[in-house]
């Protein structure tokens, strides 16, 4: 291809959020151009007759047998467009005949830097000169080629690109700051942690002056993790305004959407709770979520609720449900919402925070302000932690009915 010239991109994939995420990465791009956008082989087949890309990346799942027909009829309707196809690493017998040699195999769990060079090289290479099909020879076992279906070695750089890519995401997801509630004191804080794994929190305005609370916790890692989250934040938002009284369906509609937009291995645990402030009335339902917990000290008497599982994380299973709950604030009770990052965090001796640790925490900081108590709960693991690396994020919400 000639250097200057825009290359033309098309995409395949029947993952809604693979494809979003891979078509503002290449729109991202200089040079390139996205012309096109598919969600099955056939529609694939009929952009490349129409739109006659330079190149085509068609995204396999599990298996390579349907992206190989798809590709066989790219290639027999437009033989100069040069086909790549991106598929898992656990997949198996890329190359089983001639034919199917003259294809390009690339994995998908690869950083934002390894695809850029991968593309850059692809349409740096001369179109394969066996048959004149206009596409490339798979090489699995050249180590030095940025396409091999093997992963790429990843340096610290690239490593440290993706993660910055990754917390761009994440801190453009997040709200800016709490919202200000009469009657109420709300903080919240996300601290990423060296390797990002999707932790997020929300605030969503609903009808009526009510509040949706939410905090989830996303599968996989770094630019994995920050387009799912994206994902995950958007049909909370999306399904709680829909849903303004009722969290369990709320979460119901968020998992059916989770299983078909996306790969079968990817889930959320969440927290997401209706507040009603004038009544102090808080609605919720948890998908297999660390349990928020409800603090309080009533005539010098402290007592502590936990809001535990009333369903499976989200996007499992087809036939899951989940059940809804309701508290009631009084003057002066708070409450706690975090991800797995505290409680999970442990000591150079390899024990953990834990729960009891967090909840004698917090109840020392009774009486204290929302961010006066967060600040306590974070020193107290960060000491706890001692030398030991942060190894998932960590966020948290707190909020206070005022007396």
Known sequence: MEAGKTL???????????????????????????IGEARSGEEARQMCQLQAPDLILLDARNTIEPLREVARGVRASCPDTKIVLLVDTQAENTAEDENDQELYYFSREVSEEEFRAALAHVRATPASSNGGQGVFRHQPDEEDDPLAF?????????????????????????????????????????????????DFYDFIPLASRKWGLAVADVTDKGMGAALFMALSSTLIRNYANRFPTLPAMTMSAVSERILSDTRGDMFVTAFFGILEPHTGRLTFANAGHPPGYLLSRQRGKVSVESLSHTGMALGVTETARWKQKTVRFAPGDYLILYTDGITEAQNPHGD????????????????????????????????????????????????????
Request: aromatic letters at 4%; a negative charge; one cysteine or more.
């Open 8 to 34: 033309r991109v098309a995409i395949a994939s029947d993952q809604a959020i693979f494809l979003r995420g891979l078509a503002s990465l290449i729109m991202s791009m200089k040079d390139v151009m996205l």
């Open 150 to 198: 093997h992963p790429v070695p990843r340096t610290q750089e690239v490593i440290v690109h993706e993660l910055d890519m990754a917390a761009r995401i994440q801190a453009d997801i997040l709200p800016e700051e709490a919202p200000i509630i009469p009657g109420w004191e709300l903080c919240a804080q996300l601290q990423p942690a060296h390797e990002t794994s999707g």
């Open 352 to 403: 953990f925070f834990g729960d009891n640790r967090l909840i004698d925490t917090a109840l020392a900081q009774i009486g204290k302000s929302p961010r006066e108590m967060q600040a306590a709960i974070l020193d107290e693991v960060n000491r706890f932690m001692g030398s030991t690396p942060r190894q998932d994020d960590i966020a948290t919400i707190i909020i206070r009915r005022n007396e």
